[in-house]
């Protein structure tokens, strides 16, 4: 008898050892039902290829391939896979049953979870994510949606669809560079190019939630478009300014911030995430005191001049089309050369880049900021003299020029090759400053 994952209803025997119970959910790939293994009597989660995808090879491989990532992972967060295997035209795997709820489900949109809770999850969500990550295991689309929390609260991870192993020879990537995968609100910017992805992607994902648990808002929101875009270009408004009610301390703070970097090397380990989490719940527990200096993960220091551990640039022709981008804003006068990429990437965070003559005057241009790109001491003098902020760019570990900038004025100072999201943070903050001081 033809079987149809579409069409099976209570009391529908599959592979003549599992009883259909009822239904529990349908995802891209495949439906999720309740049912009883007959040899050993328990409930189990069987989830079924949907028709049109069982037609497809690859949706077969995939779904294959699903049932082997998820059953090499071996943690309490992670759910256990029983069996796998094919009955007539149905595909299935036999997984754990999970209680409790969606983590989404806990989460009503605008209020964040109490901190200890968010810190909890986090820290369950990180302790899982270093084994995965330990492996080469790449999720590749953590949300809320993939989250269980059971009684009392226990995280358990679902839906390994979009996962691959790093070097695995049967569990490596089956989608292509060039094909973006993942949820929009929680997808990094490599994956919303359709770049290669490995465990970063994760952390910047887990990131974004973070980010949700503490504030009640996701990151970035707007249409599919806007969302991508934002995550490309535009560098998200600190949680503790975006929630300052909730009393978020600085080294969560500053913690969800790195997590959510746009290049791949500046974005934190997920063990370094898990120590962070421990100092964090630690503060909340009164055993620290709040703070943001006494985060070991960015100092005075790499607060001021943020050091990246690697340079990735993108060609023009890589860049998204059709994107809508805010009206700017703040004005930076631009003394040296700056890509198309990193004008684009201010430009969505609400900065117009302007293009200086060498050996203009910025005074003549009504600027709110100025950017020094390359800049002799004695030309960044004359910037300073001005009496408009200066930005001014150094090389990694050079100290000694670090600190004649600061003699001479400089308000902040980025490292090459330039962080935009950094850079955007450190422009907003000298013209609020400057507001705040024209305002007193």
Partial sequence: MTL??????????????????DVLGEGGMGRVFRAVQLNLGREVALKLLLPGVVE??????????????????????AVDVYDVGVDGNLVFIAMELLSGSVLRSLMPEGVPLPLPDAVEIASQLADLLVEAHRMGLVHRDLKPENVFIEPPMRVRVVDFGLAFIEGGLDLGRITREGVVVGTPA???????????????????????????????????????????????????????????????????????????AKRVPDRPSATTVLAQLELVRRTLGGERLRGRDALPLQGRAARMVSVPRAQSTLADEELPLAVELPRPGVRLGVFGRMTHEESLSLASNGIEPLPMDEAGDPRAHLLDVVLAIGQTPDRLAQLVASEIPVIATTLAGDVEQLSAMLRLGVREVVVLPIRT????????????????????
């Fill in 186 to 260: 929680y997808i990094s910017p490599e994956q919303a190019q359709g770049l290669q992805v490995g465990t970063a992607a994760d952390i910047y994902a887990f990131g974004c939630m973070l980010y949700e648990f503490v504030t009640g808002v996701p990151p970035f929101r707007g249409s599919q478009i806007n969302v991508l875009t934002q995550h490309l270009y535009v560098a998200p408004t600190r949680p503790r300014e975006r929630a300052p009610e909730v009393g978020i301390p600085g080294e969560l703070d500053e913690l969800v911030i790195a997590m959510m």
């Fill in 421 to 440: 999201d950094d850079l955007a943070r450190k422009v907003r903050r000298l013209y609020d400053r400057a507001g705040r001081e024209a305002a007193s």
């Fill in 4 to 21: 149809d994952a579409q069409k099976l209803v209570p009391g529908a025997i599959v592979a003549e050892r599992y009883r259909i119970v």
């Fill in 56 to 77: 497809a090879a690859s949706g077969v491989e995939r779904f294959m391939r699903e049932a082997k990532v998820a059953a090499s992972l071996r943690h309490p967060a």
